[in-house]
């Protein structure tokens, strides 16, 4: 991670910085203790040019010191008089949004740094019911306070739904009894085959998959002749497991 690059100053108050801006989202100054998420502004640095930059804090340690990246080693951190501290601006989560978990209680499931999506706001103590997306206890749901929760940015919202997506497939696969990528002798694929048949169209597996191989599949080419290839399984979709299929026993 190192020095963060492109925070821009928002607003100043007697020569010092009050809010900021770090991709897609402000940042203002807070006092208090650090937070996973937050950004430091060291003021007494380890070198001369640290003074001024901008890190983020992934941990905070059990003296309470802030724990980032400088770019040479990770785990420096910093005491709570040696940085000025500025916390994302608080935006009441909506339902469908994706969130960072910080401040988070260890009594309950979840992990500080892990993300969620929120499924339900019902207003109350703790109003968001969230659906975690990563860590130790992904695909479990927890119920969050807004001082539990911040809203991720665009690259972690890109990074959690590439988990989310990547969980579904597998749970789809998971469901007929196989790993993803799976295939086995009578499948019904749909194929990607410029390479292969000079088209694109529906086949069947005719041989399982070898080594490093997708599966052979024989389908009609571009001619109108019935052709097997060995297909690379990233050019592969599983239309209908041969354990569906009406014309087999």
């Not at 339900?120 to 659906?131: A, L, Q, T, V």
Request: proline share 2%.
């Amino acid at each position: 991670m190192a020095v963060l690059k492109g925070v821009k100053t928002l607003d100043m108050m007697g020569g010092e910085i009050t809010k900021v801006a770090y991709k897609d989202a402000e940042y203002e100054r807070v006092e208090g203790d650090a937070r996973v998420g937050d950004l430091l502004s060291v003021t007494e640095g380890i070198y001369h040019e640290d003074v001024g930059e901008f890190f983020e804090c992934y941990d905070v340690d059990c003296d309470g010191d802030a724990v980032f990246d400088d770019g040479v080693c990770r785990g420096v951190a910093l005491e709570r008089s040696t940085y000025a501290l500025f916390r994302k601006k608080h935006v009441r989560l909506k339902v469908g949004d994706y969130a960072k978990v910080v401040n988070w209680p260890s009594r309950f499931k979840g992990v500080e740094g892990d993300f969620v999506k929120v499924l339900i706001d019902d207003r109350k103590y703790r109003p968001f019911h969230c659906e975690l997306l990563n860590g130790n206890y992904v695909g479990r749901k927890i119920w969050a306070r807004e001082s539990e929760l911040v809203l991720a940015t665009e690259d972690e919202v890109a990074a959690a739904k590439e988990a989310e997506a990547k969980r579904s497939i597998e749970a789809k696969w998971a469901k007929i009894g196989r790993k993803v990528g799976e295939y086995k002798v009578g499948d019904i694929v749909a194929y990607d085959g410029l390479t292969y048949f000079q088209n694109e169209g529906i086949g069947e597996v005719i041989v399982d998959s070898t080594y490093n191989r997708g599966p052979k599949i024989g389908a009609i080419d571009a001619r109108g002749d019935l052709e097997e290839n060995y297909v690379t399984k990233s050019s592969l979709t599983l239309i209908t497991p041969v354990e569906a299929r009406f014309d087999r026993g």
